[in-house]
């Protein structure tokens, strides 16, 4: 991954950078790192995805969003296939660290999503990217609380809904568990060809 270089959108992505690494709001994950960092991709790119945390296989991890797991390798997929690759897009999480339970991940709960709400919104205010691209219902959820919208995965799933910022554009999120029993990825690849250019 190219480094971060130099320019006011570097500095202030550095900034929010260490203010991630020093966060430890949420009592349950405060022995986890948050992965936000130049592994994340493209601060000059007009499109941000959103998933839901790291998962203890992938991000949690590698520090890389969506490397490692099958998620990741799902979502290696579906990007190649609308032509896209990783340093040409931003990836990051509604929650930025690894929520685990019992040793397995887990669904971050509300008040962490909450409280990783203004990591997120101020990433989204450096880059200023055109879409945003959220990946399953917690990704939705974080997008709604920042956006004070109501927005439904199964509502508004593959649909471009305007903000005064941005594109906001709700997909399903590429896990096994997903492809498996909800949207399976032949239908996903359909999905991802009708992200707003």
Request: net charge positive; hydrophobic share 40%.
């Amino acid at each position: 991954m190219k480094p971060l270089g130099v320019g006011p959108m570097s500095n202030s992505f550095r900034r929010l950078e260490k203010k991630a690494a020093s966060c430890r709001l949420c009592p349950r994950l405060a022995d986890q790192p948050a992965v936000l960092s130049s592994a994340n991709g493209s601060l000059n790119t007009m499109i941000v995805f959103v998933a839901e945390a790291p998962g203890r296989f992938g991000a949690g991890r590698t520090g890389v969003p969506f490397q490692g797991d099958r998620s990741g390798d799902n979502f290696e997929i579906l990007l190649n296939h609308i032509g896209l690759t990783r340093p040409e897009v931003f990836i990051t999480n509604a929650v930025l660290c690894n929520p685990l339970e019992n040793g397995n991940n887990r669904r971050p709960i509300a008040g962490e999503i909450k409280n990783c709400a203004s990591l997120l919104k101020e990433s989204l205010s450096i880059i200023r990217p055109r879409v945003v691209v959220t990946l399953g219902i917690v990704a939705l959820q974080s997008l709604n609380l920042i956006l004070g919208t109501r927005f439904k995965l199964n509502q508004n799933v593959a649909q471009p809904l305007p903000t005064p910022d941005f594109t906001l554009f709700p997909l399903y999120h590429p896990s096994p568990r997903v492809t498996n029993w909800k949207r399976p990825l032949a239908q996903q690849k359909k999905d991802f060809k009708k992200i707003p250019a």
